[in-house]
């Protein structure tokens, strides 16, 4: 008896403990969204703020004439359906799977690619995304948590790329390539995610996928690979990282859907 209610209590234990880690993860994304959404709004609130400028001006020339004013409007629809647009893309992000479905896993990085373009662009850093031509990317999983790794392992090459600028290896200006390359090999979908940013440092790599295993400072939690590693075995696929080609080098190796 007494050795059941021992088992138990860890079991309890244990659970308390993923769900502690799953709930860092979210706020940890949650943060590193906002910033995405910060930087894909910077630029049409740039744009609204001009205008109305411009539109204060010729307002007190009294130079607004109608056919500017319909302009004008339409301009600013424009850029608020684009800032409408954006937290929309958000919100769906967030929006956790309830159920395993098939899902087509190039449409899911192309999306969260789409979310990070402004804030990579001003990183100076470009995802190159290939895939081996007639490829079968239909796997069977949780769409949105499989965004949620994807997201991690870019971020995770953004940040080593930022490190290495901020020591000064890196010039400010300088073009960083992410390389994102899919293929199929008998039954599996491979998705290799490279960069040239340094590698992993040794003693992150001997525990790769353990909890609080961070470089990062106040910056990281080191629970990102931990999670990665989580979602993708719960869709009975594999994850694993190593230093190749002066980068780091993530594979995450999924099954072809059936259906
Ligand atoms: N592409 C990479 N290049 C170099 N080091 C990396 C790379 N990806 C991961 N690492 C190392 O692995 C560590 C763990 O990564 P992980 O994503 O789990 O946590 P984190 O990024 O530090 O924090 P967070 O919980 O916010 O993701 C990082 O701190 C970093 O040292
Ligand atoms: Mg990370």
Same mark, same amino acid.
């Given at each position: 008896?007494?050795?059941?209610?021992?088992?138990?209590?860890?079991?309890?234990?244990?659970?308390?403990?993923?769900?502690?880690?799953?709930?860092? $993860?979210?706020?940890?994304?949650?943060?590193?969204?906002?910033?995405?959404?910060?930087?894909?709004?910077?630029?049409?609130?740039?744009?609204?703020?001009?205008? $109305?400028?411009?539109?204060?001006?010729?307002?007190?020339?009294?130079?607004?004439?109608?056919?500017?004013?319909?302009?004008?409007?339409?301009?600013?629809?424009?850029?608020?359906?684009?800032?409408?647009?954006?937290?929309?893309?958000?919100?769906?992000?967030?929006?956790?799977?309830?159920?395993?479905?098939?899902?087509?896993?190039?449409?899911?990085?192309?999306?969260?690619?789409?979310?990070?373009?402004?804030?990579?662009?001003?990183?100076?850093?470009?995802?190159?995304?290939?895939?081996?031509?007639?490829?079968?990317?239909?796997?069977?999983?949780?769409?949105?948590?499989?965004?949620?790794?994807?997201?991690?392992?870019?971020?995770?090459?953004?940040?080593?790329?930022?490190?290495?600028?901020?020591?000064?290896?890196? $010039?400010?200006?300088?073009?960083?390539?992410?390389?994102?390359?899919?293929?199929?090999?008998?039954?599996?979908?491979?998705?290799?995610?490279?960069?040239?940013?340094?590698?992993?440092?040794?003693?992150?790599?001997?525990?790769?996928?353990?909890?609080? *295993?961070?470089?990062?400072?106040?910056?990281?939690?080191?629970?990102?690979?931990?999670?990665?590693?989580?979602?993708?075995? *719960?869709?009975?696929?594999?994850?694993?990282?190593?230093?190749?080609?002066?980068?780091?080098?993530?594979?995450?190796?999924?099954?072809? $859907?059936?259906?």
């Amino acid at each position: 008896l007494h050795d059941i209610t021992e088992q138990t209590l860890l079991q309890e234990e244990k659970e308390k403990q993923e769900k502690l880690l799953v709930q860092q $993860s979210k706020m940890a994304s949650m943060g590193e969204m906002i910033a995405a959404i910060a930087h894909q709004w910077k630029q049409p609130l740039n744009v609204l703020f001009l205008m $109305s400028q411009d539109f204060e001006e010729l307002d007190e020339l009294g130079e607004l004439d109608d056919d500017y004013k319909k302009t004008f409007i339409k301009k600013m629809q424009k850029q608020l359906e684009f800032m409408n647009d954006t937290i929309e893309d958000f919100r769906n992000f967030f929006r956790p799977s309830k159920e395993k479905i098939a899902f087509d896993v190039v449409m899911g990085i192309k999306n969260i690619l789409h979310l990070l373009k402004t804030q990579f662009k001003s990183n100076s850093i470009s995802v190159n995304l290939t895939i081996q031509e007639n490829s079968n990317t239909m796997t069977f999983g949780y769409p949105n948590e499989f965004k949620q790794v994807v997201l991690n392992l870019v971020n995770n090459a953004k940040d080593a790329y930022i490190g290495l600028r901020e020591s000064g290896l890196l $010039s400010k200006s300088e073009i960083s390539n992410i390389d994102i390359n899919i293929e199929n090999i008998n039954n599996f979908i491979y998705v290799h995610v490279q960069d040239y940013a340094g590698g992993i440092k040794q003693q992150v790599l001997d525990k790769l996928f353990e909890p609080y *295993n961070s470089t990062k400072g106040e910056k990281g939690t080191g629970i990102g690979l931990t999670i990665a590693k989580t979602i993708i075995e *719960n869709m009975d696929g594999e994850i694993s990282g190593k230093n190749e080609n002066g980068g780091a080098k993530f594979t995450i190796k999924l099954k072809i $859907s059936e259906t």
